[in-house]
């Protein structure tokens, strides 16, 4: 079964900083999607990146950029000019695409941006 | 467009009742699945389903039950409600298949209190 690792669960930055959220994935499988989703304090799940694994070159969006290193089954946010409100809990999430589509979410790393 | 609708938002509940948690979505997405979100664990499936008709239990289906007889809608059942389904509930939705990486769509989740 696949399973999904985030081993900071809170992590803090200062504004205009950078910062790295950890991911880590166990899987057998060789086509998946990555994902990076927000929740601020509203509770709304917000995306914030994707990655599809047979990809190589790392996505980005905007200040949002990704470390995906498939051998080593790894997948890092990292955000740039860190902003207020960057503030929130940030989930790492797994979507096979082989065979049932299940989509298996990390446990979450809250992230504070102090000012 | 609504998106992903759930009702209710709050719900409180005594022990051994049963409700049923609404999902509805009009994205015509294929997938869709609850999750129930407790501190410090993330995001953990219940049930899932990838279209109408067919459904499949997650990682915690005990004690709820589901049914998908459209594709739209995707309710939620506690059959009989004990204190440790106190939690924050979400409803998603995604397309299926190959291409770029489809994320899912979530409600904006029902907080259930159990007493």
């Known amino acids: 079964a696949q399973t999904v690792t985030q081993s900071q669960p809170e992590m803090s930055v200062q504004e205009a900083e950078t910062v790295t959220l950890s991911c880590t994935y166990d899987?057998?499988?060789?086509?998946?999607?990555l994902f990076w989703y927000k929740q601020p304090p509203s509770r709304q799940m917000i995306l914030v990146i994707r990655?599809?694994?047979?990809?190589?070159q790392n996505a980005t969006e905007n200040r949002f950029s990704v470390n995906f290193q498939k051998a080593a089954k790894s997948f890092s946010l990292k955000i740039s000019d860190s902003q207020l409100g960057d503030a929130a809990m940030y989930f790492c999430a797994y979507r096979s695409e082989s065979g049932t589509y299940k989509y298996i979410f990390g446990t979450g790393t809250r992230l504070k941006v102090l000012a | 467009n609504a998106g992903v609708t759930q009702t209710p938002k709050f719900q409180v509940l005594k022990t051994g009742q049963s409700m049923t948690l609404q999902c509805a979505q009009d994205m015509n997405h294929e997938y869709m699945s609850w999750y129930r979100q407790d501190p410090g664990m993330g995001l953990r499936l219940i049930h899932y389903?990838?279209?109408?008709?067919?459904?499949d239990q997650g990682e915690v289906p005990n004690g709820y039950n589901v049914s998908r007889s459209t594709t739209e809608d995707f309710p939620l059942r506690l059959l009989s409600a004990a204190p440790s389904q106190t939690s924050v509930y979400f409803c998603?939705?995604?397309?299926?298949?190959?291409?770029?990486?489809?994320?899912?769509?979530f409600g904006d989740g029902t907080r259930l209190s159990i007493l």
């Open positions: 389903s990838v279209g109408a008709g067919i459904t």
């Open positions: 998603a939705s995604s397309y299926l298949g190959q291409g770029p990486g489809q994320p899912q769509h």
């Open positions: 899987t057998s499988e060789s086509d998946y999607y």
């Open positions: 990655q599809e694994a047979y990809k190589q």
